[in-house]
């Protein structure tokens, strides 16, 4: 891509300042261009101006519209919102610039968002003016703007690549959850209630099913030092299968939920709960889907029930049985267990918006890092209640749509993203506790 240096169709920048939830627009005070050898703009910004802009852009507070003939060109939020204008490339000068390897493109609204991974900035510009952009004769002024902004570089071919042991979807989910490299706000900012409201309520048509009646668990009463010292994966599925009530009694143990003082600003419900959360907004749910279980004697064999983690209850969900099938062999599979033997499985689904409506940035991470602290409680938990366990590592991001028969209102309902699968184990093995060592694997 070639820039062209002729700015006459330059016009002017609107710079916006946020404070609280209103934009503010800020005078900038009109500077002549530094000097006739130089294409400067009509507008700099002032030395003494530009520190107090520039700190607040670096905090995500500065908007910055550019605009052509009266036309938004274009929009510029964070710490590159301050349009570095004045020191625009000589008339003549043909510089070749090419789209950094960082950047990105997608659309919201019929707008342009471009943005790069390593940078919190935002560029936003209207559809008809995109593909000028990208295009070979860009303006140097705007090439000038998306150069200070990291979205383009200098050269004819992208210089580097994001990296040689992250794709670019990896450091993109990283870096948009670290400090500096966030989009929007960092943290508990409650930036989506404010904007969305409520959390969308779903539902997955287990709600007024008859709850099964548990029977009664005895936990081995280990210690700590015990369950810590001999947790390890078991795969072994081979035994006559676990009853439903003891993996209710490993997840009563593991993710109980008592509700405590709501958030004293947003009233939002909060919980106690047996793993560390960050929010404690309870937003992780648990279904056990079962391949080969009883209950009270009954085969269960292909059924799935929700866990209610406020009142323990365990309560059928009507499924697509092919679907249920398929998602048994599959995860039999992945723990390398033979498909018939495989016994339970436990499908960790986060209600998402239970932890956007207060998180920006960090919610997706803190999913994850929820459903670790899930996993490694329900583990320990696992060795008292002489269970087999074994987390798994992923699966197909539709799991509940092709498994429910009611919708769940796919975009804000719950989406898995963790899994578990739970046995019974061998006599000789919960017989032998301290010496059982014997079926590890690495997948
Ligand atoms: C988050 C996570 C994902 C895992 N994914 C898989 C998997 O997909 N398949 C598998 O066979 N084991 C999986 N495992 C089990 C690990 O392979 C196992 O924990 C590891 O080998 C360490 O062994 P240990 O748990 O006995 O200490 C996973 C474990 C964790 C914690």
Same mark, same amino acid.
């Given at each position: !891509?070639?820039?062209?240096?002729?700015?006459?169709?330059?016009?002017?920048?609107?710079?916006?300042?946020? #404070?609280?939830? #209103?934009?503010?627009?800020?005078?900038?005070?009109? &500077?002549?261009?530094?000097?006739?050898?130089?294409?400067?703009?009509?507008?700099?910004?002032?030395?003494?101006?530009?520190?107090?802009?520039?700190? @607040?852009?670096?905090?995500?507070?500065?908007?910055?519209?550019?605009?052509?003939?009266?036309?938004? &060109? !274009?929009?510029?939020?964070?710490?590159?919102?301050?349009?570095?204008?004045?020191?625009?490339?000589?008339?003549?000068?043909?510089?070749?610039?090419? +789209?950094?390897?960082?950047?990105?493109?997608?659309?919201?609204?019929?707008?342009?968002?471009?943005?790069?991974?390593?940078?919190?900035?935002?560029?936003? *510009?209207?559809?008809? *003016?995109?593909?000028?952009?990208?295009?070979?004769?860009?303006?140097?002024?705007?090439?000038?703007?998306?150069? %200070?902004?990291?979205?383009?570089?200098?050269?004819?071919?992208?210089?580097?690549?994001?990296?040689?042991?992250?794709?670019?979807?990896?450091?993109?989910?990283?870096?948009?959850?670290?400090?500096?490299?966030? @989009?929007?706000?960092?943290?508990?900012?409650?930036?989506?209630?404010?904007?969305?409201?409520?959390?969308?309520?779903?539902?997955?048509?287990?709600?007024?099913?008859?709850? /099964?009646?548990?029977?009664?668990?005895?936990?081995?009463?280990? #210690? +700590?030092?015990? /369950? @810590?010292?001999?947790r390890?994966s078991r795969r072994?599925h081979?035994?006559?299968?676990a009853?439903?009530?003891e993996v209710a009694?490993l997840l009563?143990r593991s993710a109980?939920?008592?509700?405590?003082?709501?958030?004293?600003?947003?009233?939002?419900?909060?919980?106690?709960?047996?793993y560390?959360?960050?929010?404690?907004?309870?937003?992780l749910s648990h279904y056990i889907v079962v391949n080969?279980?009883?209950?009270?004697?009954?085969?269960?064999? %292909?059924?799935?029930?929700?866990y209610? %983690?406020?009142?323990?209850?365990?309560?059928?969900?009507?499924?697509?049985?092919?679907? /249920?099938?398929?998602l048994c062999?599959?995860y039999a599979?992945m723990g !390398?267990i033979?498909?018939?033997?495989l016994q339970y499985l436990i499908l960790v689904a986060?209600?998402?918006?239970?932890?956007?409506?207060?998180?920006?940035?960090?919610?997706?991470?803190? !999913?994850?890092?929820h459903v670790g602290a899930w996993m490694q409680t329900a583990s320990l938990v696992a060795?008292?209640l002489?269970l087999a366990v074994c987390p798994l590592g992923g699966g197909?991001?539709?799991i +509940?749509?092709?498994?429910?028969?009611?919708?769940?209102?796919?975009?804000?309902?719950?989406?898995v993203v963790g899994e578990f699968v739970v046995a019974?184990?061998?006599?000789?093995?919960?017989?032998?506790?301290?010496?059982?060592?014997?079926?590890?694997?690495?997948?």
């Amino acid at each position: !891509m070639l820039c062209s240096s002729d700015s006459s169709d330059f016009y002017g920048i609107e710079l916006l300042v946020l #404070t609280g939830t #209103t934009e503010h627009p800020v005078t900038i005070q009109r &500077v002549p261009a530094r000097t006739s050898a130089v294409e400067g703009p009509p507008v700099t910004i002032p030395a003494q101006e530009l520190g107090r802009l520039e700190i @607040l852009a670096g905090q995500g507070r500065v908007r910055s519209i550019i605009r052509c003939h009266g036309q938004e &060109v !274009m929009a510029l939020a964070g710490p590159h919102a301050i349009p570095t204008l004045d020191a625009s490339p000589r008339r003549d000068e043909r510089t070749p610039v090419c +789209l950094d390897p960082g950047t990105y493109i997608h659309w919201e609204s019929g707008i342009a968002v471009i943005a790069n991974l390593a940078t919190s900035t935002r560029i936003t *510009v209207p559809g008809e *003016v995109v593909a000028q952009l990208l295009g070979p004769h860009l303006p140097a002024w705007q090439a000038q703007l998306l150069l %200070h902004a990291g979205v383009l570089q200098k050269g004819p071919t992208p210089a580097g690549e994001p990296g040689r042991w992250w794709s670019f979807e990896e450091l993109l989910s990283y870096n948009r959850s670290r400090l500096g490299t966030h @989009l929007g706000e960092y943290g508990g900012s409650y930036t989506r209630a404010t904007a969305h409201g409520s959390i969308p309520e779903w539902t997955d048509g287990s709600e007024g099913a008859p709850a /099964c009646e548990p029977e009664p668990v005895v936990a081995a009463g280990r #210690t +700590l030092g015990e /369950c @810590l010292t001999n947790r390890h994966s078991r795969r072994d599925h081979s035994a006559p299968p676990a009853s439903l009530s003891e993996v209710a009694a490993l997840l009563t143990r593991s993710a109980h939920a008592t509700p405590c003082d709501p958030d004293p600003g947003q009233g939002t419900a909060l919980y106690s709960l047996p793993y560390p959360a960050g929010g404690a907004l309870d937003e992780l749910s648990h279904y056990i889907v079962v391949n080969r279980g009883v209950h009270r004697g009954a085969d269960l064999s %292909h059924s799935v029930f929700r866990y209610d %983690h406020l009142s323990d209850a365990i309560t059928p969900v009507a499924v697509n049985a092919a679907a /249920c099938d398929r998602l048994c062999a599959l995860y039999a599979r992945m723990g !390398m267990i033979p498909p018939d033997e495989l016994q339970y499985l436990i499908l960790v689904a986060c209600d998402f918006p239970r932890l956007s409506h207060k998180y920006e940035s960090v919610a997706a991470a803190l !999913m994850y890092k929820h459903v670790g602290a899930w996993m490694q409680t329900a583990s320990l938990v696992a060795e008292d209640l002489n269970l087999a366990v074994c987390p798994l590592g992923g699966g197909p991001a539709d799991i +509940l749509d092709s498994l429910f028969t009611e919708a769940t209102t796919t975009t804000s309902g719950p989406k898995v993203v963790g899994e578990f699968v739970v046995a019974s184990r061998p006599a000789a093995e919960s017989a032998g506790y301290a010496a059982a060592k014997s079926d590890r694997r690495t997948p």
